[in-house]
């Protein structure tokens, strides 16, 4: 079975930076294509950026020159780095994983996901 866990969430204040992981099993991710989703209370899920299985990258504009996405492939992980932390990045964040023809930041197109990690700005 495909597993994904997200870890790496926590309270920071604004400008501030986290770095969320995902831990992916039961697949090898090079394979796949693999993004980081935010959903805020009361707001849609929203793809934050994403990783096609060549190392192309994808970004929402609100994150563009802010958070930078990456994945380790003998680690199996996924990574999102997030400088410049802003309150509205306030939000649960899961990481996605498929293998899809084409490189999306729409959540529909995939079918693993983790169980999320909170992020909090102030």
């Known amino acids: 079975d495909v597993q994904l866990v997200e870890s790496g969430g926590g309270s920071v204040q604004a400008g501030g930076s986290l770095r969320l992981s995902c831990a992916a099993s039961g697949y090898t991710s090079s394979r796949y294509c693999m993004g980081w989703f935010r959903q805020a209370p009361g707001k849609e899920r929203e793809g934050v950026a994403a990783?096609?299985?060549?190392?192309?990258?994808s970004y929402a504009d609100s994150v563009k020159g802010r958070f930078t996405i990456s994945k380790d492939n003998a680690k199996n992980t996924l990574y999102l780095q997030m400088n410049s932390l802003k309150p509205e990045d306030t939000a649960m964040y899961y990481c996605?994983?498929?293998?899809?023809?084409?490189?999306?930041?729409?959540?529909?197109?995939?079918?693993?996901w983790g169980q999320g990690t909170q992020v909090t700005v102030s």
């Open positions: 996605a994983a498929d293998r899809l023809p084409v490189l999306t930041l729409s959540g529909s197109w995939y079918n693993y």
């Open positions: 990783i096609g299985r060549d190392g192309s990258t």
